[in-house]
C-alpha cells in the first residue's frame, strides 16, 4: 500500500487508511499520512559572541506511518527555514524514524534523527 501526498505551505493533511477486518478482536493494520507547519521564534547565542539573540523559523513536512499490531513504523520528514536577525537565514532539513512495540499499556520507542 502506497501514500503519497504533496503539502503546499501552510497546509495540513491526515489521511488514514483501513485494511479489512480480520475477524480478530486485536487492532487492525494501518496505513497513515499526516503533515504539518508551523512558525515559531527561538533563542540562539552566536559561536563567540556574548548573549542570547532571538530567531524566528518557519517550517512543515510529513509523517507516514504503518501499524501491524503490535508493531509501529514511521518516518518523519521536514524542512525549515531560520531567520538570523543580525546575520541572515539558513535552510536546515530534518529526518526521523522511529520504531515501537505495543506491550500493553506500555509503548518502548526507539527513534534515530538527522538535521542537516
Not at 491526515?14 to 480480520?22: D, Q
Not at 508551523?38 to 517550517?59: E, I, M, N, S
Not at 531560520?82 to 526521523?96: I, K, L, M, N, Q
Request: glycine share 16%.
Amino acid at each position: 500500500m502506497s501514500v503519497r501526498a504533496n503539502l503546499p505551505l501552510g497546509a495540513v493533511l491526515a489521511l488514514t487508511l483501513l485494511t479489512p477486518a480480520t475477524g480478530r478482536c486485536e487492532p487492525q493494520p494501518y496505513a497513515a499520512l499526516s503533515g504539518g507547519a508551523h512558525v515559531g521564534a527561538f533563542r540562539y547565542r552566536r559561536w563567540k559572541g556574548q548573549g542570547d539573540q532571538t530567531g524566528y523559523q518557519l517550517g512543515g513536512g510529513h509523517a507516514p506511518a504503518i501499524r501491524v499490531s503490535p508493531f509501529y513504523l514511521g518516518l518523519v520528514q521536514g524542512a525549515l527555514l531560520r531567520w538570523y536577525p543580525s546575520e541572515g537565514a539558513g535552510v536546515g532539513f530534518t529526518y526521523d524514524t522511529w520504531a515501537a512495540v505495543a506491550l500493553g499499556p506500555l509503548q518502548p520507542e526507539v527513534r534515530l534523527g538527522l538535521t542537516s
